[in-house]
């Protein structure tokens, strides 16, 4: 530690920002010293600004740094209890109370309350704190808790109670800073504590009347209190029995003028919006207090969030309250209507020195006269002339109109602070009812604090001079309190210092002889026929150059002078100190007033009169060194209690702490000054066993302080410390330090209470760790058991929901590929079935095509056969005509030529061919035709009767062949009608095929020939309708047949077996010849028809073989699905066709057998009749290889038949 300063290296300090009374006044950063030098220079690591950011070393002078208070003592209630009371220690505690939260407005500085004004409603003063506060029993009981406003108001009560003395309570601070509002707080509180008679509500009610015709919006305070006053309380027997209001420098001039976006007093603007419909004509009121002049000139009318009309009923209210009558309330109002119609009266010049009212302000005049009770020419020459006396003689003078307004202005202020004295009297004669009776009073003092502005003026001089008085009594309280502790505790008084401010006082107040004082230079000044401001301001620089508390900038502009107040130098102007001072009405206006009709005015103009009689000279700063010495008196015979009001921000902002202007006030209200006094004593004081308690810990032998006393205990520890004697005083029940003596202490506590801490903090990190740990090993243990049983469960879970998944997965894959392979299978047999329609289509169109082809070329041929018959017949009918030759026979003659020309072109190609050829040298033998024709011509010749029977045979033929010839023209032209029809229309085919049915059946099975059935109804397919044209000796005739009939009926047998030898005996084999003997040409046309039937049966053969294969072939594609045949039985119709083909085998060979014989038949004939053998031979030989190949064939066919269809 530096020799002389409380800090050392390492040490916590408060380093000034700015220089003392500037701008930033009160700016201090705390920081940490980092070194200190010989030169008085110290370094110091300052804190960030707001705790962020990187600290920053500076080096600053010694004067200013301050040692800071350790944390410990950080936002205490009491500043006494502070280490170092210093001006940044007390900002930083008051700061911190006021950024908490409850009543951390209220701070203790010893005696003293300081109040922070919180701007915002706190609950703070409900009942239930009042109760709090008002157990305690008597002064002697601790303060239940925080520092509060009621707890200074119920120790003045419990001490007025305790001692029968009177107690004030002196509530000072700047404009706005509250102390109107705790005067009320206070007020509510005794009113709680000691009403019960209803004189307290009168108390109470007293506030808003004068509140309403005493305040106005200033820009400092919304409702400031532009007078001071004194409010007496009286109790009797505890209990409040009247009270008595004393009032203090009333601005007047704000009734006449007020600064823009101030008003003026609230009564004017509450009577002009409050004011009902007959109070408004009763006092000529216009709508709103704009109409006035003395209210609008500042341009401020309203108040935000202040209802005026509401205000007006409260005042009313109020009013009765305190026992004024609505009579005397009305003739109130009245006068009150007079100030503001004063007010807008104007003049205009009548000539040099005169002036008479501007006609447009007539009417205000006239109002003003009616409400004064006067006439308006009386009213009008009391505002513009003035009567004086000359040598005995009264002559009347014009008043210029300067001098015209001043009048106008003086009456209405004169008019308004008689009206308020009134006002005050009537509260004053209504709350005095038990006064007689009080044993004691309360006095709370609302009085303006110590201002200071850019310029102050007569009003300020006065204030500032009543708080030099007031700080005085403050400081003889303090020292008084100061002393009393001290004696109390026997300690040695003289080291106790006391700064006074009479000097200051002096400097206002003395008179002659004495001395002569600002405010007795003044009255002086006011009483010379030539005193003026400047010669004021002269005198006084002439008189108190010399004084300390006085000086003179001659620099500065204007008469002005400063005073060194206790708070701070101020600056006063000169301007109007005299008439100020002076504030005379003219005897003209008293007149005027007492001649007025109307009572209050004539009692305003009495209490006007009286003033001017009573004080004669008197002046108002002479009068208010008056009231002042009289206050001082009535406060110096009672117990004083102090409340400082302190504003925390100027924008009347809540939560905003300015530190300098806090600072500001802390100076002024005289806060700082308990500071000093403290330090110049013993600030620091401690019950003995509070000091034990708190630094026992600090003795290393702990045993040995156990056992003793308080006073022994703090004893040792100042030994211990080696506390300087002359630092400290043991009193009787306390030990008092000198400021920062306990710094040593404190820092030993500090640095015990922050290891004691680490230990503790390190003990207890060491416990919860091992509690953590274990518990975290348990915690690890019961998790890993847990997560295992959860991981177990959930494989589990996730097992069965994998198999499952499995299962579905199977499920799934299996239905798509099912569905996927049913899809193709689809898809081939869609491809299969559409590719097998399309090959069975194009295989059907084929054959029908085919069909058709061959059906045309068909009904081609029967036309060309029919043709070819046709001609034939017309060559037979010629033929007949001309030679009377039946065309029959010729016809007959014809085919057995042509047969024997066949059998004898067959005979030449057979291999005996060439044995035939070695008889080469023979004639040739002729040709069948030839020779059957010469043989007939023989035969008709050499026998014209078996001619004759002959023709008749062949004319009975020829009927036949006619009838025959007839039915084939009616088929003809059927055929040629379906032959059109299948032109036309291709489609009609099957159509066709049934007319043709039903047309050449019965005419068919007549020649031996029939339509045969469908045959495919039972397979499904498309009929194939075929004619098969079959020859035989009678002619052509039709077969229709299908073309694929696997089950084909048995009327093709029939067909089949129909092509027979017409000749031929069935039973017996026998060949007849129209029952005659055989003849060489009936058995040459037997042999061409064996011959023809043999190459029926062939091609019959390869019909039924290819009809066959093809069934066959149709039930294995069936069978194999290769073909659509619903609802057919391939093995079924299989067996069928195999037996159906059985069966037509037998037969066919059956057939076969037949012609065969024929054949042997026929060759026997030939050679009984001995013609033709080698013919014979030459067809037996010709047609027996084929018709056993035939048979050998099907026999083949059937085989094959049974290979394939098994395939
Ligand atoms: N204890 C409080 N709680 C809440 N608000 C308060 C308190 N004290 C004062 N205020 C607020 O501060 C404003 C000013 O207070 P107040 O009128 O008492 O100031 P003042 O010191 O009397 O000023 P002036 O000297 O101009 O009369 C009040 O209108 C009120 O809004
Ligand atoms: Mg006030």
């Not at 962020?52 to 600053?60: E, F, K, L, P, Y």
């Not at 005739?1037 to 027979?1060: K, L, M, N, W």
Request: charged letters at 25%; aromatic letters at 6%; hydrophobic letters at 40%.
């Amino acid at each position: 530690m530096a020799r002389g300063t409380p800090w050392a290296k390492g040490s916590t300090v408060w380093v000034r920002q700015a220089t003392p009374g500037s701008a930033a006044d009160g700016d201090w950063r705390r920081g940490t010293v980092v070194s200190l030098d010989a030169r008085g220079a110290v370094s110091v690591a300052l804190e960030p600004a707001g705790g962020r950011g990187a600290s920053s070393v500076v080096s600053v002078r010694a004067e200013d740094v301050e040692p800071a208070n350790p944390a410990l003592l950080d936002g205490v209630s009491d500043l006494t209890q502070l280490t170092y009371l210093n001006e940044p220690g007390i900002l930083e505690v008051l700061r911190q109370r006021f950024s908490g939260s409850g009543s951390g407005v209220y701070t203790n500085a010893g005696c003293v309350l300081v109040a922070v004004n919180p701007f915002e409603e706190l609950p703070l003063y409900g009942g239930e704190v009042a109760a709090r506060y008002s157990r305690r029993r008597s002064t002697e009981d601790e303060a239940p808790g925080e520092p509060h406003v009621f707890q200074t108001a119920d120790r003045a009560f419990k001490q007025m109670l305790a001692t029968a003395q009177s107690q004030s309570v002196l509530i000072t601070g700047e404009s706005g800073a509250g102390k109107t509002e705790t005067t009320k707080i206070v007020m509510r509180y005794l009113a709680s504590l000691a009403g019960g008679t209803g004189m307290e509500d009168k108390v109470l009610e007293s506030n808003p009347v004068l509140e309403a015709f005493g305040n106005a919006q200033t820009l400092r305070n919304k409702n400031s209190s532009r007078f001071g006053k004194l409010i007496e309380i009286y109790f009797n027997r505890g209990h409040i029995c009247g009270a008595l209001i004393h009032t203090y420098l009333l601005e007047k001039s704000r009734v006449v003028h007020q600064q823009p976006g101030e008003r003026s007093y609230h009564i004017f603007y509450q009577l002009c919006r409050g004011a009902d419909e007959a109070e408004r004509q009763r006092y000529h009121l216009p709508v709103g207090p704009e109409s006035f002049a003395y209210l609008a000139s500042s341009g401020c009318t309203s108040i935000a969030g202040v209802d005026d009309a509401a205000g007006f009923g409260q005042v009313k209210s109020a009013l009765t309250a305190v026992g004024i009558p609505p009579e005397q309330q009305a003739a109130l109002f009245s006068v009150l209507a007079v100030v503001l119609w004063l007010g807008n009266v104007q003049f205009v010049p009548v000539h040099d020195d005169a002036v008479t009212v501007d006609q447009f302000t007539l009417p205000a005049l006239r109002h003003a006269a009616a409400l004064l009770g006067c006439s308006e020419a009386t009213l009008l020459a009391a505002l513009t002339t003035r009567r004086m006396q000359a040598g005995g003689e009264q002559i009347t003078r014009e008043l210029s109109m300067e001098a015209a307004l001043d009048s106008r202005d003086a009456l209405s202020k004169a008019i308004y602070a008689a009206l308020f004295r009134w006002l005050v009297q009537q509260i004053n004669a209504a709350l005095s009812v038990g006064k007689q009776r009080s044993e004691t009073t309360l006095s709370l003092l609302d009085i303006a604090g110590f201002e200071s502005f850019q310029e102050n003026s007569f009003e300020q001089l006065c204030i500032n001079y009543a708080n030099e008085r007031l700080q005085q009594q403050f400081s003889k309280h303090m020292f008084k309190v100061e002393q009393g502790i001290y004696e109390s505790e026997n300690i040695d008084k003289a080291r106790v210092e006391f700064v006074d401010n009479q000097d200051c006082v002096d400097l206002f107040e003395l008179r002659p002889p004495a001395g002569i004082g600002i405010l007795s230079m003044l009255d002086e000044e006011c009483m010379m026929p030539k005193g003026s401001d400047s010669t004021f301001a002269a005198k006084l620089q002439q008189q108190h150059a010399a004084h300390p508390r006085f000086s003179h900038n001659a620099k500065a502009h204007g008469d002005s002078f400063a005073v060194h107040h206790y708070a701070g130098t101020v600056t006063y102007s000169c301007a109007k100190f005299l008439d100020k001072n002076r504030d005379t009405l003219s005897k003209d206006l008293v007149v005027l007033l007492q001649a007025s009709s109307a009572p209050l005015v004539q009692l305003l103009a009495g209490d006007l009169q009286a003033a001017q009689d009573r004080k004669g000279s008197q002046t108002v700063g002479a009068r208010f060194c008056d009231q002042l010495r009289d206050l001082m008196q009535r406060l110096d015979a009672t117990a004083l209690h102090f409340v400082r009001c302190i504003k925390p921000n100027s924008r009347q902002e809540a939560g905003h702490f300015d530190a300098g202007l806090v600072l500001h006030q802390l100076r002024c209200c005289g806060v700082l000054e308990v500071a000093r006094i403290a330090q110049a004593g013993y600030p620091t004081r401690y019950l003995h066993h509070e000091f034990a308690a708190r630094y026992r810990d600090l003795l290393p032998d702990k045993g040995a302080g156990q056992g003793a006393d308080g006073l022994e205990v703090c004893r040792q520890l100042l030994a211990h410390f080696k506390v300087d004697p002359s630092q400290y005083q043991i009193g009787r029940t306390r030990l008092f330090f000198r400021a920062g003596v306990l710094g040593q202490l404190e820092d030993a506590a500090t640095r015990m209470q922050k290891s004691a801490l680490y230990i503790q903090s390190m003990w207890r990190m060491v416990r919860c760790r091992r509690a953590f740990l274990h518990a975290r090993s348990a915690a690890v243990a019961i998790q890993c058991q847990w997560r295992g049983c959860v991981a177990r469960r959930q494989f589990a879970e996730l097992l069965l929901q994998h198999r499952a998944a499995a299962r579905i997965q199977a499920a799934a894959r299996g239905c798509a590929q099912r569905r996927r392979y049913r899809r193709a299978l689809q898809g081939v047999l869609a491809i299969q079935m559409a590719w097998r329609r399309h090959v069975l289509k194009e295989r059907v169109v084929q054959r029908i095509t085919e069909r058709r082809r061959s059906e045309r070329e068909q009904a081609a041929q029967a036309a060309a056969q029919a043709k070819a018959w046709q001609q034939q017949e017309d060559t037979f009918e010629a033929i007949k005509r001309d030679f009377g030759m039946d065309a029959v026979d010729i016809r007959r003659v014809l085919g057995l030529w042509q047969a024997h020309g066949s059998a004898f072109l067959a005979w030449r190609q057979q291999p005996g061919w060439a044995g035939a050829q070695a008889a080469a040298s023979q004639p040739p033998p002729l040709g069948a035709d030839d020779s059957g024709l010469l043989l007939e011509i023989a035969a008709s010749n050499a026998d014209a009767e078996q001619l004759q029977k002959r023709m008749e045979g062949l004319q009975t033929y020829c009927h036949k062949l006619e009838r025959t010839v007839d039915d084939l023209r009616e088929e003809k032209q059927l055929l040629q009608r379906a032959l059109h029809m299948l032109q036309a229309d291709p489609a009609a085919a099957p159509h066709c095929q049934a007319i043709l049915a039903s047309t050449l059946s019965p005419k068919g099975a007549r020649r031996g020939s029939r339509l045969p059935a469908d045959a495919h109804g039972s397979a499904g397919l498309p009929p194939r309708p075929t004619l098969a044209v079959h020859a035989d000796a009678s002619g052509p005739h039709y077969e229709s047949s299908t073309g694929r009939g696997y089950t084909e009926s048995q009327d093709d047998r029939d067909d089949a077996s129909s092509i027979s030898l017409m000749s031929l005996h069935e039973d017996d084999g026998s060949v007849t010849t129209g029952g005659a003997t055989p003849t060489a040409a009936s058995l040459a046309a037997a042999r061409d028809e064996s011959c023809m039937v043999v190459g029926m049966l062939s091609r019959e053969f390869e019909k039924k073989q290819a009809l066959l294969l093809d069934d066959a072939d149709f039930i294995r594609e069936v069978r194999n699905g290769e073909a659509e045949a619903p609802g057919m039985d391939p093995e079924l119709e299989l067996q069928r066709l195999e037996a159906r083909y059985k069966t037509w085998k037998k037969e066919f060979k059956e057939r076969l057998g037949n012609t065969h014989r024929v054949f042997k038949q026929l060759k026997r004939e030939e050679r009984k009749v001995g013609y033709g053998a080698s013919l014979a031979s030459a067809h037996s030989a010709t047609m027996a290889p084929r018709a056993s190949s035939s048979v050998r064939g099907a026999s083949g066919v059937l085989a094959h038949f049974k290979s394939r269809s098994k395939g």
